[in-house]
């Protein structure tokens, strides 16, 4: 957990990432997002989930849309330097990917096992287990019962819709 001053530092960024979830949930995907910020707080670069629309592709998570466009964009040192901030506690996939990018730094808004408990998932990893410290700073969760609602509803809508089928 951090410090009351240090999540006021980041909960912009977080509102940020939860209001792309919300926009995934509008394109027809599951409700993550996430952003890259640089050291001095310009946010780079967004990406929302788009695993159902337009791709059907499961590996296309938030985070590693993201981890794939800045990669594309800027060199290992100026990844080095930014944050990577998401709705949701990375997956072990997306850890994966943070691990080779250079990214060190990493915000969620909600925990994995808190997602579980909604999405059904029982026993998600937290990704802290494979971001080791010192060489990664992990923080999180910040502003979790602001990015739970999303999460409430949809899975909730989603058990209801599979449920009547």
Known sequence: MSS???????????????????????HGNEPFGACLVSRDGQVLLTAENTTCTPHHDITRHAELNLISMASQKFSRDILEQCT?????????????????????????????????????????????????????????????????????TFWSQLNQHNNLQ
């Open 4 to 26: 009351a001053i240090d999540e006021n530092i980041h909960e912009p960024f977080i509102h940020q990432t939860i209001k792309l979830s919300l926009s995934a949930v509008e």
């Open 84 to 152: 990577l901030y998401t709705s949701c506690e990375p997956c072990l996939m997306c850890a994966g990917a943070l691990l080779w990018s250079g990214i060190r730094h990493l915000v969620y808004g909600l925990s994995s096992e808190t997602l579980g408990k909604y999405a059904g998932h029982d026993g998600l990893l937290s990704c802290r287990q494979f971001l080791p410290a010192p060489e990664f700073i992990v923080i999180g969760p910040i502003l979790e019962d602001e990015a739970v609602k999303i999460h409430q």
